[in-house]
Nanobody
Framework: QLQFVESGGGLVQPGGSLRLSCAAS????????VGWFRQAPGKEREGVSC????????NYADSVKGRFTISRDNAKNTVYLQMMSLKPEDTGVYYC????????????????????WGKGTLVTVSS
């Protein structure tokens, strides 16, 4: 059974940093592109960053370019999101998910149609 566990969120002041982790179980993650997505209160879920199965290609939302870095460790079946220079508008619940097979992450990084999302991890940026 495919499962993701997101962790690393918390309360941080503007300008601070966090590192999110997305640990997969039940299947090998190395065959799939993976994305981080977030949902702010009252807003739809949006794409934050995506990474190809090999890690060779990445994509970032304009709002996070230069501040966030996505990476993966296929040996640990885990994808990370390093977030720096956090802003209040980065507040939200962050989720990870695999992308449909064949997705070119440099072209598309949008929330996939999944049966159920994980619990996510809450990031709150506030002074």
């Amino acid at each position: 059974q495919l499962q993701f566990v997101e962790s690393g969120g918390g309360l941080v002041q503007p300008g601070g940093s966090l590192r999110l982790s997305c640990a997969a179980s039940g299947f090998p993650l190395d065959a799939y592109a993976v994305g981080w997505f977030r949902q702010a209160p009252g807003k739809e879920r949006e794409g934050v960053s995506c990474i190809s199965y090999s890690g060779g290609s990445t994509n970032y939302a304009d709002s996070v370019k230069g501040r966030f870095t996505i990476s993966r460790d296929n040996a640990k079946n885990t994808v990370y999101l390093q977030m720096m220079s956090l802003k209040p508008e980065d507040t939200g619940v962050y989720y990870c998910a695999v992308l449909p097979v064949g997705t070119d992450v440099q072209v598309m990084c949008v929330p996939p149609a999944v049966d159920a999302w994980g619990k996510g991890t809450l990031v709150t940026v506030s002074s």
